[in-house]
């Protein structure tokens, strides 16, 4: 496995592309090998089990404010019958998973080099389907943000702009006693999906929703989060990163604001899922599991997400447990 000094020799520079054999579409998962996961089922001592899945229907009204409510409709064909079906179903619009269709780059196009022309809705290249099939499975590490802060009498809000560089996401693991082992699943709290849902719908309208704890765009994080090997990183944020974009190392020459849409520039998901095909996760749910963690004195744990088969999807619902 090439450092991420390595890859700036790789075509794209900085890219992963040719790492995991020609045509590859699952990127960093391809790290979840099976002697990693059956090392990681070794980790459940206790059989307690935490979902990580808000409900579907958890962040509406949707802070970006591009999906529309979710309509569930219930049926009965007789009275001893129930079937139902769902209408504005988007499958990021809770806790989810990106594909690696889901965001390109302005210079190099999407992970692999597909072009933004062919990355169309007849295509399936680069779909959620392809981690579906397996699921993504291996042992999860969670880093505690707001706790190490409040332990080291740093201020700290959930509604602010606190970039979390690579030396920040060191002293949190050496404050947990975390060590890495390659192929590991990133789960990072930052408590930002506990307030905006302690909100009520009326306050969250009122919230700036582009104000959130995150990684900072910088490329030393794509560098500590390269060479640990990480599988999957996931937060409870809207993005992973911080929002919004204040100093990044990720601007081009392309970059424009969209007609229409989130304004992706400068932002860390260019890299992450264009250039190094990382599996990136969003508004999960850390704040039982934290609490255990911070008990026991344990944040390492079997983690397992089953993204819907949805042949050629975006995105998907994670589906995720961690099981201590």
């Given at each position: 496995?090439?450092?991420?000094?390595?890859?700036?020799?790789?075509?794209?520079?900085?890219?992963?592309?040719?790492?995991?054999?020609?045509?590859?579409?699952?990127?960093?998962?391809?790290?979840?090998?099976?002697?990693?996961?059956?090392?990681?089922?070794?980790?459940v001592k206790t059989g307690r089990r935490f979902g990580l899945d808000y409900p579907v229907?958890?962040?509406?009204?949707?802070?970006?404010?591009?999906?529309?409510?979710?309509?569930?409709?219930?049926?009965?064909?007789?009275?001893?019958?129930?079937?139902?079906?769902?209408?504005?179903?988007?499958?990021?619009?809770?806790?989810?998973?990106?594909?690696?269709?889901?965001?390109?780059h302005p210079q190099h196009g999407f992970y692999g080099g597909l072009s933004a022309e062919?990355?169309?809705?007849?295509?399936?290249?680069?779909?959620?389907?392809?981690?579906?099939?397996?699921?993504?499975?291996?042992?999860?590490?969670?880093?505690?943000?707001?706790?190490?802060?409040?332990?080291?009498?740093?201020?700290?809000?959930?509604?602010?702009?606190?970039?979390?560089?690579?030396?920040?996401?060191?002293?949190?693991?050496?404050?947990?006693?975390?060590?890495?082992?390659?192929?590991?699943?990133?789960?990072?709290?930052?408590?930002?999906?506990?307030?905006?849902?302690?909100?009520?719908?009326?306050?969250?309208?009122?919230?700036?929703?582009?104000?959130?704890?995150?990684?900072?765009?910088?490329?030393?994080?794509?560098?500590?989060?390269?060479?640990?090997?990480?599988?999957?990183?996931?937060?409870?944020?809207?993005?992973?990163?911080?929002?919004?974009?204040?100093?990044?190392?990720?601007?081009?020459?392309?970059?424009?604001?969209?007609?229409?849409?989130?304004?992706?520039?400068?932002?860390?998901?260019?890299?992450?899922?264009?250039?190094?095909?990382?599996?990136?996760?969003?508004?999960?749910?850390?704040?039982?599991?934290?609490?255990?963690?911070?008990?026991?004195?344990?944040?390492?744990?079997?983690?397992?997400?089953?993204?819907?088969?949805?042949?050629?999807?975006?995105?998907?619902?994670?589906?995720?447990?961690?099981?201590?």
């Amino acid at each position: 496995m090439p450092t991420y000094s390595e890859l700036a020799g790789a075509v794209p520079p900085w890219s992963s592309w040719n790492v995991f054999g020609p045509g590859d579409e699952r990127g960093t998962v391809n790290r979840l090998t099976p002697d990693r996961v059956a090392a990681a089922a070794a980790l459940v001592k206790t059989g307690r089990r935490f979902g990580l899945d808000y409900p579907v229907d958890a962040f509406e009204p949707y802070p970006t404010g591009t999906r529309r409510p979710l309509q569930h409709h219930v049926f009965a064909n007789n009275p001893l019958h129930r079937d139902d079906w769902l209408d504005s179903f988007y499958l990021q619009a809770s806790t989810q998973i990106d594909a690696l269709r889901h965001i390109g780059h302005p210079q190099h196009g999407f992970y692999g080099g597909l072009s933004a022309e062919d990355n169309n809705a007849d295509s399936a290249a680069l779909g959620i389907h392809n981690w579906a099939d397996s699921g993504i499975t291996g042992r999860g590490v969670l880093l505690d943000v707001p706790r190490f802060f409040e332990r080291e009498g740093r201020d700290y809000s959930t509604e602010a702009t606190i970039p979390l560089d690579a030396d920040t996401l060191d002293a949190i693991a050496d404050s947990q006693r975390v060590e890495w082992r390659g192929g590991d699943i990133l789960l990072l709290r930052t408590a930002w999906a506990e307030r905006y849902l302690a909100k009520t719908p009326d306050q969250r309208r009122a919230t700036p929703w582009r104000l959130s704890p995150g990684l900072a765009q910088r490329e030393s994080v794509l560098r500590w989060l390269w060479d640990r090997e990480i599988a999957m990183v996931a937060a409870d944020n809207l993005a992973v990163e911080c929002d919004p974009v204040i100093d990044s190392d990720f601007r081009t020459p392309l970059d424009e604001p969209p007609g229409r849409g989130v304004d992706h520039s400068g932002m860390l998901h260019r890299p992450l899922i264009a250039l190094l095909g990382m599996a990136v996760g969003e508004l999960f749910r850390l704040g039982e599991l934290a609490e255990d963690c911070a008990a026991d004195g344990v944040y390492e744990f079997f983690f397992t997400a089953k993204p819907l088969y949805v042949v050629g999807g975006v995105g998907s619902p994670a589906n995720a447990m961690a099981i201590k």
